[in-house]
């Protein structure tokens, strides 16, 4: 939101998928990368979970992760961003408050109007009808589309 649509200054945390590490606990990198995040967040004095890896398990289960385009490298890491609608996608699915500023700049990005449009973009990236009752997308789409 920060980088790609621009619409607020600030963020609480970034969140992250990382995609050599399918099972962190079994990841040689995990420990590392722990490592790395906490000295970042120590030397900026940044909260420790100022990068949130546990929404990977939660992404895997929602449906197919679409394919991210690269945005920067530093050295072996890659950083990818997702697009657009799926991020919408993803704030629709968590249907929280402190989101709708979100959803609102990407409606506006994407040209979506209309709870047809963001239905057709949920049912994109989200496959599994049972996620999508128990986080209350039809309450949602009706907040946001009246």
């Known amino acids: 939101m920060l980088t ?12 992250i998928l990382l995609e050599d590490m399918p099972d962190p606990n079994v990841s040689p990198l ?3 990368f722990l490592a790395a995040t906490r000295a970042v967040a120590a030397q900026h004095a940044l909260p420790t979970n100022w990068i949130n890896d546990v929404i990977g398990d939660a992404l895997r289960n929602y449906g ?3 394919q991210s385009t690269l945005w920067r490298s530093y050295g ?3 950083v ?9 996608a993803l704030k629709i699915l968590a249907g929280r ?3 709708r ?3 609102r700049a990407l409606c506006q990005q994407l040209g979506v109007s209309t709870r047809a449009d963001a239905q057709r973009i949920i049912d994109t990236y989200i496959t599994d009808q049972q996620i999508m009752g128990l986080n209350h997308v039809d309450s949602t789409l009706a907040r946001l589309f009246p």
Not at 8 to 15: A, L, N, P, S, Y
Not at 80 to 88: G, Q, S, V, W
């Open 4 to 15: 790609q649509v621009g619409d607020r200054q600030v963020t609480k945390d970034i969140d």
């Open 30 to 32: 995990y420990r590392p």
């Open 64 to 66: 197919p992760i679409p």
């Open 76 to 78: 072996p890491l890659e």
């Open 80 to 88: 990818y961003i997702p697009d657009a609608e799926y991020i919408l």
């Open 97 to 99: 408050r402190r989101d």
């Open 101 to 103: 500023a979100d959803i």
